[in-house]
C-alpha cells in the first residue's frame, strides 16, 4: 500500500467512501450532489482542503483522508486539521491509520504545520482508539458550534 495525492479523476471514488464514512460514524446519508461539489472543488483548489488516497499496487483506493488549514495568529502558523478519514473495512487494522497519518505528517512537517488536530464523534469509540493508536491524544480545547443560519 502507498498513499498518493487525490486527483479529480479520483472523485467518484472519494465520493463513495464518505457517504460510507458519513453513515458508519453518525448514521447519515449525505447527499450525492453536495458531496460532489464541495469535494470537487477542493479536488480543484487544494487551498480548500487537501485529499490522499491509500492505494494498492494496482491503484485501486483503499481508503483516503483530508486536510484543511486554519491560521493561527498567536502562533502565525497553521494549523492542519484532518477533516476526514477513512479505510475500507477489509483493510482496517493493518496499520494502514498510520500509514495515511504518516504522510499527512509528514507533509504538515514540510510545510511547516504547527500541529495536526482532529475531531472525531465522541460515541465513535473504535475511531478513537484507533486514533489514540497512531498519537492522538485528547485536546484541552471543547468543540462548539452554532449554526448560522
Not at 449525505?30 to 494498492?56: K, P
Not at 505528517?105 to 465522541?122: I, M, P, Q, S, T
Amino acid at each position: 500500500m502507498r498513499v498518493r495525492p487525490a486527483l479529480i479523476s479520483d472523485l467518484s471514488t472519494i465520493v463513495d467512501f464518505i457517504s460510507e464514512e458519513a453513515i458508519e460514524a453518525e448514521g447519515r446519508k449525505q447527499d450525492r450532489a453536495t458531496l460532489e461539489r464541495g469535494i470537487g472543488t477542493a479536488l480543484i483548489d487544494n487551498s480548500v482542503a487537501r485529499y490522499w488516497l491509500l492505494v494498492d499496487d494496482t491503484d485501486t483506493a483503499c481508503g483516503r483522508t483530508s486536510v484543511v488549514k486554519e491560521w493561527s495568529d498567536w502562533n502565525a502558523g497553521f494549523y492542519w486539521w484532518i477533516q476526514s478519514m477513512y479505510i475500507a473495512p477489509a483493510h482496517r487494522g493493518k496499520g494502514y491509520l498510520d500509514v495515511l497519518i504518516g504522510t499527512v505528517a509528514d507533509a504538515a512537517r514540510d510545510e511547516r504545520c504547527l500541529e495536526l488536530r482532529l475531531y472525531v464523534h465522541n460515541q465513535n469509540k473504535s475511531a478513537i482508539r484507533a486514533y489514540e493508536k497512531v498519537g492522538f491524544t485528547n485536546s484541552p480545547y471543547v468543540m462548539m458550534s452554532k449554526r448560522s443560519r
